[in-house]
């Protein structure tokens, strides 16, 4: 594969992702776009970062599955590769914005404030 190639599949799959968080922005966020590993971390009585690691461990599940048939000679479309991978690289992705939003917050000196309580 040739550099050209590789930055062209690259850039393609990394715009895939950014358009599927768009498109799940509308699905599952409000304005806080971390609202469902917020709350999923008061019902489960964890932290927002193991939250998002049990929703994201599925998607890893579902990649290690997909490389298991791939290694049985089953033929996987290129499609369902491309949702999987892309799904473990949107969650890594939220993971990003959690542990840099949480340093922003830190670094600014403030104390987030949970999830649906008044920031102002």
Not at 11 to 27: N, Y
Not at 58 to 81: A, F, G, N
Request: charged fraction near 30%.
């Amino acid at each position: 594969m040739t550099n050209e190639e590789f930055d062209k599949i690259i850039g393609t799959a990394i715009s895939r992702c950014m358009d599927t968080l768009k498109v799940k922005q509308g699905e599952y966020a409000t304005e806080d776009r971390l609202h469902n590993f917020n709350v999923a971390a008061r019902l489960l009585s964890c932290t927002p970062h193991t939250a998002l690691a049990g929703m994201m461990a599925k998607h890893t599940v579902s990649v290690y599955d997909l490389i298991q048939r791939h290694e049985k000679d089953e033929h996987i479309p290129i499609e369902l590769w491309r949702e999987k991978i892309g799904d473990s690289i949107n969650y890594l992705l939220l993971l990003t914005a959690m542990v840099e939003g949480e340093q922003a917050v830190r670094d600014s000196g403030e104390k987030e404030k949970p999830d649906g309580e008044d920031k102002g």
